[in-house]
């Protein structure tokens, strides 16, 4: 088998450098829905292609080559392995345990015509801008008409301790500029008027009776009392935020920032005395305990209902009604759209207008993998007409029409030299199938898919029938997406009831919840490379992913499940995986790379033999990667008990 002794690793390192660092725009099919840790599609399109046993179907830009296998990605996440493999005609087994993979799988592979899709949107679409827009009107600065809003800024509430007892309160936000305009010419905020300011001129004067100081976030004392300006954590989340701009655009005046008015405050106060007559039980959106959401409970946040506004929540209790018009595929696709829209629309966003080279940009809630808390919050409106950052019209196009458009002609890139990579249909190829509920109909034709929802350690796949797994399993305790997804899951489930079962444990996720690691990882994974083992065809199957960490006890861990489950170590690929630009990562010495593990069943009778480096290179992200995997293959040929594995 070609991946047994050979890889492109130049050409897979080349791709992926270009991938990472935009993988929306490579494979749009598979971004319908927020999920995290995504690895890089070109980089599993070269795994399979590595896998093709027809000559003529190897080269990476040769259409399918696959047909006839059966591939299982136990861990299937943001869906890499399944659309990658679908696309080489391969007929799939993804599994989950989270039902947001596998419902993004459904809806992004399922067959359905975009014109059926856009007519239900729009459809959709209308009858939410119908009922809601009163609720995102201003007006104009300039000429006072009414127009849609196309998002409110808010300044953080915080108190000092001034006069003992009493309270000095003042808002914090992260700049008093709000925007840089390509003209150099800045929108700024007067800190004791809340009037708003274009360089020197007077825009917008504020009407509010009570005003409270502007502060910028670096202050963090009182000048008076000099205690530490605090949060108030015993009020809702979202209470403790005050609109301090507004931003539209006029068609005579263009975009302008005006200072709210008493008609905004309207609008906001009538939206919060609906608020309390919404259909939303406490207890569904209960916050339990996890290695993120720690953070919103250490915040004063029990609720996810406290991370929306209350317009926010008015659009999400419309959208639960008007969906169940649609028939379940249509109606799968525009609650997922619903769902991953909620990353834009909620009091988590920040703003990055303070900064030169992205006026006016929204800060998505997981910019940073997890959940950060802004000064200046922004309150997108998810119905604004045009396209723009995070509303439904943006995310329709660029997560729908765009993906559905990619799914009938995938285009991949060719590297040219020094020249700019060229874009290039993959004729003949397709990225959707025809799901089927029993795995005797992954036996016949090609581009069949079953996607199952529950743990792997049990799958409903007999004994040696599939030919290939290929995965990506979660990075010991790197990656806490679990826990993240609980923002979305809690929605999803109001969404789509009957879509998936909701009943989903954190306490089930292969992740460990401790930094030092508590065995969950490894107990849980074991059991599914168990199955994995179970399930693989014996002489010519082949288990294979990627992996990297910098910690040893994630690689220990790993190499004691392999064993357990009777894998040996066939051969090691180490290759480009992650943009150092990252926000998540960036100036965090996180590893750039992932070493491809490829694993054959002990009993196929394949022996590599590894030899013991004299020690790790702990200096280079290429190297590290390298040498664990040699010093996994090795462990994994050695008669080692456990604790000598863990010692190493």
């Known amino acids: 088998m070609r991946i047994d002794n050979h890889f492109d690793i130049k050409f897979a390192d080349d791709i992926a450098k270009l991938e990472s660092y935009n993988k929306h725009l490579y494979r749009p099919n598979t971004y319908l829905h927020k999920w995290w840790a995504r690895r890089c599609g070109s980089t599993f399109r070269a795994i399979l292609k590595h896998l093709v046993p027809d000559d003529a179907h190897q080269n990476y830009y040769a259409p399918g080559g696959l047909e006839g296998k059966i591939i299982l990605d136990p ?91 009493s309270v000095n309160e003042a808002l914090f936000v992260d700049s008093l500029i709000l925007r840089y305009n390509s003209d150099g010419s800045i929108f700024h905020i007067h800190p004791e008027s809340h009037d708003i300011y274009l360089d020197d001129k007077l825009l917008s004067a504020s009407d509010a009776a009570d005003k409270l100081p502007i502060l910028e976030k670096k202050v963090k004392t009182c000048s008076h009392c000099h205690t530490a300006y605090k949060e108030d954590i015993a009020i809702p989340f979202y209470q403790r ?20 008015q008493q008609a905004d405050r309207d609008i906001i106060a009538h939206a919060n005395k609906c608020r309390a007559q919404l259909p939303f039980s406490a207890d569904d959106f209960r916050i339990e305990f996890g290695p993120k959401s720690q953070d919103l409970l250490n915040r004063g946040v029990a609720s996810y209902l406290d991370l929306f506004s209350s317009r926010q929540l008015l659009f999400l209790n419309r959208t639960i009604e008007h969906l169940e018009a649609f028939e379940p595929l249509v109606r799968l696709n525009l609650a997922l759209l619903v769902s991953t829209s909620l990353e834009f629309n909620a009091m988590l966003c920040g703003y990055k207008g303070a ?26 409106n998810p119905l604004y007409r045009k396209k723009q950052s995070g509303n439904l019209q943006n995310l329709f196009y660029s997560r729908i029409v765009r993906g559905r458009r990619w799914a009938k002609e995938p285009v991949e890139r060719v590297i040219n030299g020094n020249d700019r990579p060229q874009k290039v249909v993959i004729s003949g ?48 305790d790197s990656v806490q997406y679990s826990d993240l997804a609980a923002f979305f899951r809690v929605w999803l489930r109001k969404l789509l009831p009957d879509a998936a079962n909701w009943a989903y444990s954190l ?124 010093v996994m293959g090795w462990m994994l040929n050695q008669d080692l008990p456990e604790d000598v594995i863990a010692s190493k």
């Open 75 to 165: 861990m299937m996440g943001g869906g890499t392995t399944v659309h990658e493999a679908i696309r080489l005609g391969a007929n799939v087994v993804g599994a989950d345990i989270d039902p947001i993979p596998v419902l993004q799988a459904r809806a992004t592979l399922s067959e359905l015509p975009l014109a059926e899709l856009e007519a239900a949107f729009n459809r959709f679409y209308d009858n939410l801008y119908a009922e809601l827009a009163p609720l995102y009107r201003t007006t104009c600065p300039t000429c006072a008409l009414s127009y849609e809003l196309r998002f409110n800024l808010y300044g953080l509430r915080r108190q000092c301790q001034c006069g003992g007892s």
């Open 429 to 476: 190829e397709v990225d959707e199938g025809v799901e089927v509920v029993q795995f005797t109909d992954l036996q016949k034709g090609s581009r069949r898919f079953m996607l199952l929802q529950g743990s792997s350690a049990a799958l409903s796949v007999p004994n040696d029938s599939v030919d290939y797994v290929i995965t990506d399993p979660p990075y010991f």
């Open 241 to 260: 935020y005050q609109p301090i701009a507004i931003v539209g655009e006029c068609k005579e005046h263009g975009l302008f920032l005006a200072a709210p």
């Open 355 to 380: 900064k030169k080279n992205r006026p006016g940009a929204i800060r998505h809630t997981f910019a940073h993998h997890a959940y950060s808390f802004p000064y200046t919050a922004l309150e997108n």
């Open 507 to 630: 306490d089930e996720a292969a992740v460990d919840q401790q930094a030092n690691g508590n065995g969950q990882y490894t107990a849980i994974l074991s059991g599914i490379f168990d199955e994995c083992h179970r399930v693989l065809k014996k002489e010519n199957g082949r288990l294979v992913f990627t992996f990297h960490h910098w910690n040893p006890k994630g690689w220990s861990a790993l190499t004691k499940t392999l064993k357990r489950a009777g894998f040996i170590l066939v051969n090691r690929y180490v290759v480009h995986a992650e943009n150092p630009s990252s926000v998540h990562i960036a100036n965090q010495n996180a590893l750039l790379h992932d070493v491809i593990l490829v694993l054959a069943p002990a009993e196929s009778g394949i022996r590599q033999d590894w030899e013991l480096p004299y020690r790790v290179n702990m200096d280079d992200s290429q190297a590290f990667c390298q040498d664990c995997g040699t």
